[in-house]
């Protein structure tokens, strides 16, 4: 059908415009979600189809962002539903090494898996919160839309997020 | 490590951290976010080149209304076409009326609110008109900005249907008018609403649900040419198009396309047969059966 072909393509052209810009966030987001390469790649593949799937449901484009955030977020939840398990700490073998990151890496690298041995023991949304307001710079009415949370919720959990993790990193000398 | 937390404050489970705690958790920490991009991805996760592909092969969009109503198309490319197609087909339902407030270029226009209409409502009388103006008057008590509340009767099955068709409202707004009312006026309650999203310009379109739920669900049969000619022309002459041109051609992958050309403030009322003729209207544009129908409905024969 003509129409069908029409409306398929411009459907696709307009997702890709939007996705283009924010799909380094999104793979970055995937992954602090799964924390495993392979199950990011398999949540992200699945959340642009979701996303295509229930694309006329956004309703501003200039939230398009927080809108695949939370397609993403509500694809990988769904895999835990199908038997995906919740991520454990790191690997320490999947740590980028030091020629990957930065000259000071070796040194850092103790503390780091101290880090993220921490982050492990927070609870998932703690982890949302802090990865999207603090790495991808979302204001908390954002996240409140990525979580599905209002915002006296998620400044709770901002705060007790950074108080867990500053303990367990105390705790752990 | 320092991360900018609040030392002395000991958490309390299930108490909520005072103000000023929980503003020192919203100052943005580089340290922080240093940290967290530990749990970044040392590389791509999935390359944009198989994103695309991924996309490319994704199941097309549905285009449910044109499937229902058996035209197969009615715009072979370009949404000023397509929405005028639409906009067409939403005159045709409305007559005079309800669907026409739609802005066919619109995206996500509204929620439209059905039911049945309570058989002591009469149109025009004091039950009703109140009704209406406590309708408006919650309405606008919600507050909703750049919105608008219509309030129309359609026929269905045989009945009359009832719609609050707010613009500019989504679900929610449409349950909570539509909730208050029910109290207000029992007999609203006696029915189901029936909640239908107003999304005319996107992608998977209910206008279809709309444009026949509410208005001409007896007549969602397929057409053929003819009826369709037809049936497209009464409702531009009811929404006052004038100089209307109909084609109706079978495109070569077996869809058919309607094009349409006309303006509006056109009137059939006292034209004349040699009017419609100058306007395009005649037996060869519409078929002879539907050209004598038409004709007949004009009180022209």
Not at chain 1, 145 to 163: D, M, P, S, Y
Not at chain 2, 99 to 104: G, R
Not at chain 2, 155 to 165: N, Q, S, T
Not at chain 2, 217 to 246: M, N
Request: with cysteine.
């Amino acid at each position: 059908m003509a129409l069908q072909q029409d409306l398929t393509s411009a459907r696709n052209e307009r997702f890709k415009a939007l996705l283009n810009p924010v799909y380094a966030d999104c793979e970055r987001w995937a992954y602090s979600l799964a924390q495993d390469r392979v199950d990011a790649e398999d949540v992200l593949s699945e959340s642009i189809l979701a996303a295509l799937r229930g694309f006329h449901q956004l309703k501003d484009d200039s939230a398009f962002k927080q809108w695949m955030f939370r397609v993403i977020r509500n694809t990988f939840r769904q895999s835990l539903r199908s038997g995906r398990r919740w991520p454990e700490a790191m690997d320490p073998a999947e740590l980028p090494t030091g020629a990957e990151r930065d000259t000071d890496w070796a040194e850092r690298e103790d503390r780091s898996r101290t880090v993220r041995e921490a982050l492990a023991r927070l609870s998932p949304e703690q982890r949302e919160a802090l990865v999207l307001f603090h790495v991808h710079g979302l204001s908390v009415q954002e996240v409140c839309e990525v979580l599905g949370k209002k915002g006296n919720a998620v400044r709770v959990l901002l705060h007790r997020a950074r108080q867990r993790l500053k303990e367990l990193m105390q705790d752990d000398g | 490590m320092e991360l900018q937390v609040n030392q002395a404050f000991k958490q309390e489970p299930g108490k909520r951290p005072p103000g000023a705690e929980m503003d020192a958790a919203l100052v943005r920490d580089p340290e922080l976010a240093a940290i967290l991009r530990l749990l970044e991805p040392p590389g791509d996760v999935l390359p944009w080149s198989q994103v695309e592909r991924i996309i490319a092969d994704a199941p097309p969009v549905r285009v449910g209304w044109a499937d229902r109503l058996g035209l197969g198309a009615f715009a072979t490319a370009g949404w000023r076409q397509l929405r005028y197609a639409v906009a067409v087909l939403l005159l045709l339902g409305v007559g005079t009326g309800v669907l026409a407030i739609i802005p066919a270029q619109s995206d996500q226009v509204g929620t439209l609110v059905l039911t049945r209409l309570p058989v002591a409502w009469v149109v025009g009388g004091a039950a009703f008109g109140e009704v209406e103006r406590e309708a408006q008057s919650r309405f606008a008590a919600l507050a909703i900005p750049q919105s608008s509340l219509y309030v129309k009767v359609g026929p269905r099955d045989g009945l009359d249907e009832l719609g609050f068709a707010l613009v500019g409202a989504d679900r929610a707004q449409a349950e909570r008018l539509f909730g208050v009312l029910a109290e207000d006026y029992p007999a609203l309650a006696a029915f189901p609403a029936e909640y239908v999203p107003i999304d005319s310009g996107r992608f998977g379109s209910r206008l279809n649900e709309l444009f026949v739920t509410l208005l001409h669900r007896s007549e969602a049969g397929p057409l053929d040419q003819d009826a369709l000619k037809l049936h497209v022309l009464k409702a531009l002459r009811s929404a006052g198009f004038r100089d209307i041109r109909i084609t109706v051609r079978r495109a070569a992958d077996g869809t058919t396309v309607v094009d349409v050309d006309a303006r509006m403030s056109f009137s059939v009322k006292g034209r004349t047969q040699e009017d419609l003729q100058a306007a395009g209207v005649d037996e060869k544009l519409l078929g002879s059966e539907a050209y004598e129908q038409l004709l007949g409905e004009l009180g022209l024969k």
